[in-house]
């Protein structure tokens, strides 16, 4: 009994620990980046990164990873994210604006 208790302990912190790191393109955007952006990229309090706007993403898929991963002026930076997130995000933000 104990040691089924401890067992299920072990795997619900390996599934919290393991939950971040398996969150990919839009439910991450959604999380990380929506309230900033907008959930359509929009642009609520921060930079539209859809098309249409004055701004439009000018920027190549390594840019769009250093501006994730580094954050630039107000925006912070996501450097704890796994290349393969920052990934998803680059083809996420990409298709928000086309
Ligand atoms: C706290 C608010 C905030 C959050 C959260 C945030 N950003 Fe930003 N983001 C900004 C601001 C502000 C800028 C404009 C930065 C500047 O150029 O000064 C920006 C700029 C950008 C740009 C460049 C847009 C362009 O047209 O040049 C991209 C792409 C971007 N953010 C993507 C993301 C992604 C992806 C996430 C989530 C991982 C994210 N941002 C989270 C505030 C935020």
């Known amino acids: ?3 089924i208790s ?3 302990s072990v795997l619900l ?3 919290c620990a393991g ?3 398996n969150v990919f ?3 991450l955007y959604d999380r990380s ?3 900033c952006h907008g959930v359509d990229g929009s642009g609520e309090i921060a930079g539209e990164i859809d098309k249409g706007s004055n701004t439009d993403l000018n920027l190549s898929d390594d840019q769009i990873a250093g501006v994730i991963t580094v954050g630039p002026g107000n925006m912070p930076g996501f450097s704890r994210l796994t290349p393969a ?3 998803s995000l680059v083809v996420y933000v990409r298709s ?3």
């Open 25 to 27: 393109g839009k439910d």
């Open 19 to 21: 939950t971040d790191e």
């Open 13 to 15: 912190a390996a599934g």
């Open 1 to 3: 009994m104990r040691l």
């Open 6 to 8: 401890l067992l299920v």
């Open 96 to 98: 928000l604006a086309d």
């Open 85 to 87: 997130q920052v990934d």
């Open 33 to 35: 980046c929506a309230a």
